[in-house]
């Protein structure tokens, strides 16, 4: 059945112009083609449905490249480890898929579940069996013996530990393998002390690069991130402390960069009232500084960036971080235009999505937003989305 979604403004993704007064015309959950409504208007069959935002904005769905969509984000956020069961565990990642779509994220991709519990909720979305955003999934990050996320992670200790690791989460269906470069804020130890070695961590890729998966890394450090490019990481997480040989390096070998400013940012500003530990507390709030210089840095130098959250870690909501990350992304240096672009477009092809997602063009499925304001005046303007669209279909959202 065809559709012509007719829109006030139409921000494709692309980091092109806005269209005022454009049209998306739909079929079966795809986009045919956009541009000016009269034009498109002119394509649709007699008998296509008219579904008007004529006063409103439109935008791609927004497409979050790290999240924990199987965690809650609070204070203790491992504390489940132990204590529920994998079922219970389960449907916490069913409601996160649902909050996630609800909150205007169309597509994530999950970087460190528990069991590989991602991946089987991956398969249930793929499967339209449950309600939510479309996914990939990592399967256990894979960590040093007590390094970090070791309490969700696959721990191995050097590089035939590291590759069997690999490919656990290979054979478990994973499409990205995740690996932990150095430590982080919110486990014991330097935060950006280097973990698995530049051995191990190549040992990992060289077996994800043979399946034809992509990898990435958590790495704070600038010893860390140079490890994991030294040894063929194909994108950097987080990166607090990168430092110029390193985005200098990034910037020539394409490879891109997820800076997920909100997850630490939220920790140093509510964390002690909320129940984190003092430490955790401590240590963010002496790298969010850095953090933003890093940003900036990667910025200047023309680094592709793409937008992630780390929503499920301590106080960063599914379906929600997401805007605090795209006005952090402003404050940085990025143009609204920018920060959408990184969203979407960039988003997608971090992720490896882009030839069906990320802007909203003719062959790519139609996962749209509505908003009552102009983003470009205000990145603020995510926070009161009126409709999300998925594969053409309008959610009904539960969760607001």
């Not at 590089?159 to 290979?170: L, M, T, V």
């Amino acid at each position: 059945m065809y559709s012509i979604v007719k829109c006030g403004t139409l921000i494709d993704g692309t980091g092109a112009e806005p269209t005022v007064g454009a049209a998306l015309l739909l079929k079966d959950g795809l986009i045919v083609s956009s541009g000016k409504y009269e034009e498109v208007a002119k394509e649709a069959p007699a008998g296509a449905e008219l579904i008007d935002y004529g006063d409103k904005y439109v935008t791609p769905g927004i497409i979050d490249a790290h999240v924990h969509v199987t965690i809650d984000p609070e204070a203790d956020f491992t504390g489940f480890v132990g204590r529920d069961s994998d079922t219970r565990i389960a449907h916490r990642g069913t409601v996160n898929l649902k909050k996630t779509l609800d909150g205007g994220v169309t597509f994530i991709r999950d970087l460190g579940g528990y069991h590989h519990i991602d991946i089987e909720l991956k398969k249930l979305i793929d499967e339209g069996l449950i309600e939510g955003c479309g996914l990939l999934a990592s399967g256990e990050m894979i960590t040093m013996t007590g390094g970090h996320g070791w309490k969700i992670g696959r721990e191995c200790d050097g590089p035939s530990e590291a590759r069997k690791a690999a490919r656990e989460q290979i054979k478990a269906g994973a499409t990205v393998i995740k690996i932990m470069a150095t430590g982080g804020n919110l486990t014991p130890g330097p935060q950006g002390a280097p973990q698995l070695s530049e051995e191990e961590i190549r040992a990992a890729v060289e077996e994800a690069h043979k399946s034809g998966k992509r990898t990435t890394t958590h790495s704070h450090s600038a010893e860390g991130v140079k490890n994991a490019l030294r040894a063929g990481i194909d994108c950097i997480e987080h990166g607090m402390f990168i430092d110029e040989e390193a985005l200098d390096f990034m910037k020539a070998h394409g490879i891109p960069y997820v800076p997920t400013l909100v997850a630490p940012w939220i920790c140093a500003m509510v964390g002690e009232e909320r129940g984190l530990s003092k430490e955790a507390v401590e240590k963010t709030k002496s790298a969010i500084g850095r953090h933003m210089e890093s940003f900036r840095m990667a910025v200047k130098k023309g680094v592709k960036i793409a937008m992630g959250t780390d929503a499920g870690t301590p106080f960063c909501e599914h379906g929600k971080a997401y805007v605090g990350e795209l006005r952090l992304m402003t404050e940085g240096g990025f143009t609204p235009m920018q920060a959408i672009v990184a969203a979407t477009k960039s988003s997608a092809e971090v992720v490896g999505v882009e030839k069906s997602r990320g802007t909203l063009e003719a062959g790519k499925e139609a996962d749209f937003l509505v908003l009552a304001e102009n983003p470009l005046d205000d990145i603020g303007a995510f926070e009161h989305i009126r409709e999300v669209y998925k594969g053409g279909r309008r959610v009904e959202r539960k969760y607001l």
